[in-house]
């Protein structure tokens, strides 16, 4: 078989955050005959996609890597028969974590934190009254950066949250929780985060992160959640309040490997993520 020629999707600002990044998948890629292209996001322009479409009718990759939060383009590539990773499902749902709540209730026994989502012209001072020991998140916040407890700052809130619906939970003091790395329905890794301060426990936010290994239970609610998707990879997130039960918090569609390289060193994420890929490819042909 011939090499594989693939597009590797950022947005602007998380090129240059993630040029080592890149540089990696370049450098394992070779090793598996898979050749990357880096593209920028905001080259293309929603809603008649034109520049998009001449790309592809110039040269077609075989496939896409999607590094950025942008589901409508993830759809048009999909339809435009582009086999992508993460597929479009997983765009529209895991990058809004009431959609990732909502859809794996439905379709689950998981236990999902309580969360209600809520439009963004609903957020204003009056509306976060009497709505203490909640959390409030942007819908589509990724990393930690839109996330505050109700009693901050509204300044702060409004100015974080910006446009978006939001998203209330409620807040569990004292707890940790746990992201697990999933390539397809395998488990390649979990880290247990803890915040060093305050409540976040995001890692790019200073979060303490350790290599952690799932309880039987958990390790079922993964599969389960697993089978509800079609993951290229992806972090779930689960919650641990202080009597040590596991609630699912969002599903992270752009996940981060800095933290899992840190934690377990010898992974090997991007072997096993382009292996996967591979046969993934090979099936459809």
């Avoid at 947005?11 to 920028?40: P, T």
């Avoid at 809004?96 to 934190?113: D, R």
Wanted: proline content about 5%; overall charge negative.
């Amino acid at each position: 078989m011939q090499g594989l020629r693939a597009w590797l999707i950022y947005d602007r600002a998380g090129a240059g955050r993630n040029r080592d990044y890149i540089l990696a998948h370049r450098e394992v890629g070779r090793e598996f005959g898979i050749s990357f292209e880096l593209k920028l996001r905001e080259q293309w322009r929603p809603p008649y996609w034109e520049q998009l479409s001449r790309e592809l009718e110039e040269e077609r990759p075989d496939f896409a890597i999607v590094r950025t939060i942008a589901p409508a383009l993830s759809r048009e590539l999909e339809q435009k028969g582009i086999p992508i990773f993460n597929n479009a499902m997983v765009a529209e749902i895991c990058n809004h974590k009431g959609k990732t709540i909502s859809y794996v209730s439905a379709n689950s026994p998981v236990p999902v934190i309580p969360t209600e989502t809520f439009p963004s012209e609903a957020l204003t001072a009056e509306f976060l009254k009497g709505r203490s020991g909640q959390v409030i998140k942007a819908v589509d916040g990724h990393g930690g950066a839109q996330v505050f407890s109700v009693e901050d700052s509204f300044s702060d809130i409004k100015k974080g949250i910006g446009s978006s619906d939001f998203v209330l939970q409620p807040m569990v003091r004292g707890a940790a929780d746990v992201r697990v790395y999933v390539i397809g329905r395998e488990i390649v890794g979990a880290v247990l985060r803890r915040p060093r301060e305050g409540f976040k426990a995001n890692y790019s936010l200073g979060g303490e992160a350790e290599s952690y290994t799932l309880p039987g239970q958990a390790v079922k609610w993964v599969n389960q959640i697993c089978c509800l998707f079609s993951f290229g990879l992806a972090g779930i997130d689960f919650l641990i309040d202080e009597r040590g039960r596991f609630f699912l918090n969002e599903i992270e569609d752009v996940v981060g490997a800095r933290m899992l390289y840190a934690c377990q060193p010898d992974v090997q994420l991007l072997e096993r993520y382009f292996a996967f890929i591979r046969d993934n490819i090979l099936q459809s042909l």
